[in-house]
T-cell receptor
Framework: AQSVTQLDSQVPVFEEAPVELRCNYS??????LFWYVQYPNQGLQLLLKYLSGSTLVESINGFEAEFNKSQTSFHLRKPSVHISDTAEYFC????????????FGAGTTVTVRA | NAGVTQTPKFRVLKTGQSMTLLCAQDMNHEYMYWYRQDPGMGLRLIHYSVGEGTTAKGEVPDGYNVSRLKKQNFLLGLESAAPSQTSVYFC????????????FGPGTRLTVL
């Protein structure tokens, strides 16, 4: 069974500074990897995903994540954050063989300050 | 398209009362899910459905029941609410499992006194 660990529960960051959110997973089979974002008082929405191919995936609003199979990690980065990036970020893992189950990490709250 | 909608948005119950949360999706998705979100615990799957007329237990099913009589609707019932069920409940849907994105509703904030 897979598990997902997000190493930081809270990340305060100043506007225009870089941010990295760490995610590690445990699984014995190949996986699909996701980052979801939850803005205040909203549901989750997909930020980006890794299914196969290039290990570096990007979102439309400047986030990127790199799949590292040997380290079983899928860290999320943004080189310059905006106030509007204040949100909670969830890493999630799905095992292709276990069709329905999406396992979520505990979440990382990013607070961007001016 | 409305996407995934949830009714109600807020509810306060007394211990022992019952209620039903309604989820509706207009994307013709096969899979639907109910999660609960508690601080520091991420999202935990309560029940899920892989098609009309089917339901299955997730990781925290106790105290909840579900039904999927129509493809677009997924109902979550609490027969006898307990304070431990105070949480934010999210419904989600997806075309299939695995590699497919889950689309989430706005959530229902439930308080059980």
């Amino acid at each position: 069974a897979q598990s997902v660990t997000q190493l930081d529960s809270q990340v305060p960051v100043f506007e225009e500074a870089p941010v990295e959110l760490r995610c590690n997973y445990s699984s014995s089979v190949s996986v699909y990897l996701f980052w979801y974002v939850q803005y205040p008082n909203q549901g989750l929405q997909l930020l980006l995903k890794y299914l196969s191919g290039s290990t570096l995936v990007e979102s439309i609003n400047g986030f990127e994540a790199e799949f590292n199979k040997s380290q079983t990690s899928f860290h999320l980065r943004k080189p310059s954050v905006h106030i509007s990036d204040t949100a909670e970020y969830f890493c999630a893992v799905s095992e292709g063989s276990n069709d329905y189950k999406l396992s979520f990490g505990a979440g990382t709250t990013v607070t961007v300050r001016a | 398209n409305a996407g995934v909608t949830q009714t109600p948005k807020f509810r306060v119950l007394k211990t022992g009362q019952s209620m039903t949360l309604l989820c509706a999706q207009d994307m013709n998705h096969e899979y639907m899910y109910w999660y609960r979100q508690d601080p520091g615990m991420g999202l935990r799957l309560i029940h899920y459905s892989v098609g009309e007329g089917t339901t299955a237990k997730g990781e925290v099913p106790d105290g909840y029941n579900v039904s999927r009589l129509k493809k677009q609707n997924f109902l979550l019932g609490l027969e006898s609410a307990a304070p431990s069920q105070t949480s934010v409940y999210f419904c989600a849907s997806s075309y299939r499992g695995g590699r497919y994105e889950q689309f989430f509703g706005p959530g229902t904030r439930l308080t059980v006194l």
